[in-house]
């Protein structure tokens, strides 16, 4: 009964890892992706005050 339950709480802790560091991951993408975003934008915002 005892390994069971052993077995199953590190079944569960390993999990738990596994999702944080997705988490942190996908964080990490969506950060780069909004970087890249308004790199661009910034360069039109340039532009079209420039033309004024």
């Known amino acids: 009964?005892?390994?069971?339950?052993g077995l199953t709480s590190s079944i569960f802790f390993v999990l738990i890892l596994?999702?944080?560091y997705l988490?942190?991951?996908?964080?990490?993408q969506d950060m780069q992706q909004k970087q890249v975003a308004e790199k661009p934008s910034a360069g039109l915002r340039e532009?079209?005050?420039g033309n004024r």
């Open 23 to 28: 988490k942190r991951r996908w964080q990490q």
């Open 1 to 5: 009964m005892l390994v069971v339950l």
């Open 47 to 49: 532009v079209e005050e």
């Open 18 to 20: 596994v999702i944080h």
